[in-house]
Each structure stands twice: as structure tokens, then as C-alpha cells.
T-cell receptor, first 108, second 118 residues
Framework: RKEVEQDPGPFNVPEGATVAFNCTYS??????FFWYRQDCRKEPKLLMS???SGNEDGRFTAQLNRASQYISLLIRDSKLSDSATYLC?????????FGSGTKLNVKP | DTGVSQDPRHKITKRGQNVTFRCDPI?????LYWYRQTLGQGPEFLTY????????KSRLLSDRFSAERPKGSFSTLEIQRTEQGDSAMYLC????????????????FGPGTRLTVL
């Protein structure tokens, strides 16, 4: 079983829509969680950390559910510029495990 | 530019040749990571350094792969006798390392070296 699993998508949404992605992880002892964004043929860039209490950064909200071992990312009021692949990252004992990414296409 | 840099950005080589990539991390970062990414997949961990010490190596890192960070600053990744299956994006990332007891860390990625083995 993979350490981190994501729905590859693509999620095709109109501008202004709200979209949510989930990511499941297999190791209950995982310590830290992140969402990264990756544009086509570019390097991953940190979007936000995911805290146990949940956290919000503008239009983006991240949640952690330790009981069910998943994290989520909610994007409100989608912009064309949000089109990218969103990578879920889980840290276990100093090793970073990346999901395969969920592709988001925001259409005009 | 104070970000992570990698050189070269692109490398095309013939099967059987050796290649070497370089990564310069953010200057105050203690940790340096190497990843490989193929199309449609997330980055796969290869190895990481804490200063000059190589602390972890993935099973993905065959005997043909070697990484060094001799002075705890820049790092090199060498692939010997390249195979077509080595074609991928090789990403380097650096971080400060987790604050004591926190278990968390944040990595910053370089632009990657895209390797094509013909």
C-alpha cells in the first residue's frame, strides 16, 4: 500500500467554484502534513502546512483528520491561476512522502 | 537569488554514459534532499543529508547512483551507466531541519534537472 494516496483527477471546475481534494495516508504515526502546488514542468512549491486544528490562508483551507487518516484542501472562489497539480505530503520520521497529485483545471 | 539552484537544468545523454548533477541549497539550510519525479507521479525520495552526513537512502537508489555533500553545502548526484529508465526530473530540496521536538520541517525545491537518456 502506498504511504500517501490521492485522486489524480482532473477536477474541471468553473471560475468561482469551490473545490475540495482529499488525501489519505497509511502510517498513523505520521507527524506532519503539507500541501504543495506544482505547475506543469515546474518544481513543487509549498502551499500550506496542515495543522491538527485546521488552518486557513485566504481562499485555501486545510484540515487534518487523524482518526480517519486523511487531509483535505478546500479552495474557495477558484481562479484560473489555481490550475495546477496539488501534492499532498506526509512526513514520517524525517522522510517526506508525496502523493501522486490531484490535477485541477479551472475554466473561464 | 537566495533559492535552491540546480545545474544543469536539462541533460540529454546516451545510454551507458555517466552524468552528474549539482544542487546548491539555501545557504543556512542544514538538510538537503534528492528526489526523482516521472510524469504523472509525485516526487520519490532518493536520499538526504544532514550537513555532510548522508542519513537515509531509498531502495530506489541503486548501486549506479551516488550522492555526496562533501562540505555540507552543495551536493552532487551521479548516475553511472545510465539507462533509459533513469529518464526523469531530478529535484533537489533543502530545509532547516525540524525545530527540536516538533517533528515538522519545510522543504524548498530547486527547479530540477530534467534527464533524458536516449
Amino acid at each position: 500500500r502506498k504511504e500517501v494516496e490521492q485522486d489524480p483527477g482532473p477536477f474541471n471546475v468553473p471560475e468561482g467554484a469551490t473545490v475540495a481534494f482529499n488525501c489519505t495516508y497509511s502510517n498513523s504515526a505520521s507527524q506532519s502534513f503539507f500541501w504543495y502546488r506544482q505547475d506543469c514542468r515546474k518544481e513543487p512549491k509549498l502551499l500550506m502546512s496542515v495543522y491538527s486544528s485546521g488552518n486557513e490562508d485566504g481562499r485555501f483551507t486545510a484540515q487534518l483528520n487523524r482518526a480517519s487518516q486523511y487531509i483535505s484542501l478546500l479552495i474557495r472562489d477558484s481562479k484560473l491561476s489555481d490550475s495546477a497539480t496539488y501534492l499532498c505530503v506526509v512526513i514520517n520520521f524525517n522522510k517526506f512522502y508525496f502523493g501522486s497529485g490531484t490535477k485541477l483545471n479551472v475554466k473561464p | 537569488d537566495t533559492g535552491v539552484s540546480q545545474d544543469p537544468r536539462h541533460k540529454i545523454t546516451k545510454r551507458g554514459q555517466n552524468v552528474t548533477f549539482r544542487c546548491d541549497p539555501i545557504s543556512e539550510h542544514n538538510r538537503l534532499y534528492w528526489y526523482r519525479q516521472t510524469l504523472g507521479q509525485g516526487p520519490e525520495f532518493l536520499t538526504y543529508f544532514q550537513n555532510e552526513a548522508q542519513l537515509e537512502k531509498s531502495r530506489l537508489l541503486s548501486d549506479r547512483f551516488s550522492a555526496e555533500r562533501p562540505k555540507g553545502s552543495f551536493s552532487t548526484l551521479e548516475i553511472q551507466r545510465t539507462e533509459q529508465g533513469d529518464s526523469a526530473m531530478y529535484l533537489c530540496a533543502s530545509s532547516l531541519g525540524p525545530p527540536q521536538g516538533s517533528g515538522t520541517d519545510t522543504q524548498y525545491f530547486g527547479p530540477g534537472t530534467r534527464l533524458t537518456v536516449l
